[in-house]
């Protein structure tokens, strides 16, 4: 069942959608990349794919109505990381205050949100796991060491420019991390099949970390990059 919610976020208030999953142990939270909300259909596939797998999905937009108008004609506030690691830091306390139980709390993000995801997670504490979708982890720049969640990159084989980026930030990850480049993809995951690997990868990264959690995993191990 989706629930319609309001996020308040400093002066702004912020229209999200939140759907438990399973036993409602985890969540997780999405963080849509540059000109996009919760409306975006590669992050709705995603999310009905980790809630088929039993975790709970909160997809809401970062900016206002009037930020995304704004935003069309100047570009600046979608690379205005901080504003949206701070909201994304908002969400996830609202999304903790709400819990009737304890919730173990993911981070899925997607281009530039890729970088508030992860600034985020080095300032909340109990964020278990993050996934990026053809993301710019890049961006988050001096927290990418003090990120302690469990980082999945995944990118297109053929998204040769944002391959760069993110092995640029794999390398100064500190954290259990995962670098998997899925075959003939490129930005968008258009490809027939794309993005169902996207998503496989992620319900598998966020099942393991969220929702079993104390349970040792042989593919658990810092520093592995490959296909998928």
């Known amino acids: 069942m989706m629930d319609a919610v309001r996020i308040s976020s400093g002066g702004a208030t912020l229209h999200g959608d939140l759907e438990s999953a399973g036993a409602g142990g985890a969540l997780v939270l999405f963080a849509h990349g540059s000109g996009s909300g919760?409306?975006?259909?590669?992050?709705?596939h995603v999310a009905a794919s980790l809630r088929d797998a039993g975790l709970g999905t909160l997809l809401f937009d970062l900016l206002t109505v009037e930020e995304e108008a704004e935003?069309?004609?100047?570009?600046?506030?979608?690379?205005?990381?901080?504003?949206?690691?701070?909201?994304?830091?908002?969400?996830?306390?609202?999304?903790l205050d709400q819990a009737a139980q304890r919730v173990a709390i993911g981070y899925f993000g997607a281009s530039t949100g890729a970088a508030a995801a992860l600034i985020a997670a080095s300032r909340v504490g109990g964020v278990r796991a993050v996934v990026s979708r053809g993301g710019?982890?890049?961006?988050?720049?001096?927290?990418?060491?003090?990120?302690?969640?469990?980082?999945?990159?995944?990118?297109?084989?053929?998204?040769?420019?944002?391959?760069?980026?993110?092995?640029?930030?794999y390398a100064r990850l500190e954290c259990e991390k995962e670098m998997v480049l899925v075959p003939r993809s490129t930005h968008l995951f258009e490809e027939p099949g794309a993005l169902e690997q996207v998503s496989a990868l992620a319900a598998d990264w966020f099942v393991r970390h969220l929702l079993r959690a104390d349970r040792p995993s042989p593919r658990s191990r810092p520093g592995l990059r490959g296909r998928a």
């Open 71 to 95: 935003d069309r004609y100047t570009g600046h506030v979608r690379f205005d990381i901080d504003l949206l690691a701070r909201r994304l830091v908002d969400a996830t306390q609202w999304a």
């Open 38 to 44: 919760r409306h975006s259909p590669r992050n709705r």
């Open 136 to 169: 710019r982890p890049d961006l988050a720049g001096d927290s990418l060491p003090r990120v302690r969640a469990a980082t999945l990159l995944i990118v297109g084989e053929r998204d040769t420019e944002v391959i760069g980026l993110n092995d640029e930030a």
